[in-house]
T-cell receptor, first 111, second 117 residues
Framework: KQEVTQIPAALSVPEGENLVLNCSFTDSAIYNLQWFRQDPGKGLTSLLLIQSSQREQTSGRLNASLDKSSGRSTLYIAASQPGDSATYLCAVPYNTDKLIFGTGTRLQVFP | NAGVTQTPKFRVLKTGQSMTLLCAQDMNHEYMYWYRQDPGMGLRLIHYSVGEGTTAKGEVPDGYNVSRLKKQNFLLGLESAAPSQTSVYFC????????????????FGPGTRLTVL
């Protein structure tokens, strides 16, 4: 069964730092991976969808990479801002119709 | 486009009461999903639908029923609420399923916070 792990569970950094969030999955037979952001008390916002044929996907200050062979994805946030404070979740498709989610990394960026 | 909307936003029930959560999407998506989110458990799939008139069980379907009478709406019902169903419920939709690779990006609603006393 696919399992998705995110490390660290929580991260607190000063504004301006570049940071990396990690996502690991046990079954490498995935065809894409999705990163989400969740603000407290809110729903999930899709940030990036990276296909298995891609190694990287970029959106503004965000860059997601995918290494299927090692079962890893990273989300790189450049020049972090207090507005980036949120929980970041990764998810992979399982049994074609379902997403399996990691438990998230709670990020706090302080001024 | 409103995207995915959910009603109500909050609800408190007593054990044994019933209720229906409504999800609506205006993106003409085929697939719709209901998840629950609990501390330390992450998001878990309750039921999903691959098109109008269809439903299927997810990871934690017990105690819930769903209906997809119209393509844009997906209803989640609790017939006899239990305290274990206290959670935040999220609805999501996608163009197609995971098998179509590029079109399975899921879009989420704002959630319904349900407390069962």
């Amino acid at each position: 069964k696919q399992e998705v792990t995110q490390i660290p569970a929580a991260l607190s950094v000063p504004e301006g730092e570049n940071l990396v969030l990690n996502c690991s999955f046990t079954d490498s037979a995935i065809y894409n991976l999705q990163w989400f952001r969740q603000d407290p008390g809110k729903g999930l916002t899709s940030l990036l969808l990276i296909q298995s044929s891609q190694r990287e996907q970029t959106s503004g200050r965000l860059n997601a990479s995918l290494d299927k062979s090692s079962g890893r994805s990273t989300l790189y946030i450049a020049a972090s801002q207090p507005g980036d404070s949120a929980t970041y979740l990764c998810a992979v498709p399982y049994n074609t119709d379902k997403l399996i989610f990691g438990t998230g990394t709670r990020l706090q960026v302080f001024p | 486009n409103a995207g995915v909307t959910q009603t109500p936003k909050f609800r408190v029930l007593k054990t044994g009461q019933s209720m229906t959560l409504l999800c609506a999407q205006d993106m003409n998506h085929e697939y719709m999903y209901w998840y629950r989110q609990d501390p330390g458990m992450g998001l878990r799939l309750i039921h999903y639908s691959v098109g109008e008139g269809t439903t299927a069980k997810g990871e934690v379907p017990d105690g819930y029923n769903v209906s997809r009478l119209k393509k844009q709406n997906f209803l989640l019902g609790l017939e006899s609420a239990a305290p274990s169903q206290t959670s935040v419920y999220f609805c999501a939709s996608s163009i197609t399923s995971g098998r179509f690779r590029s079109n399975n990006e899921q879009f989420f609603g704002p959630g319904t916070r349900l407390t069962v006393l």
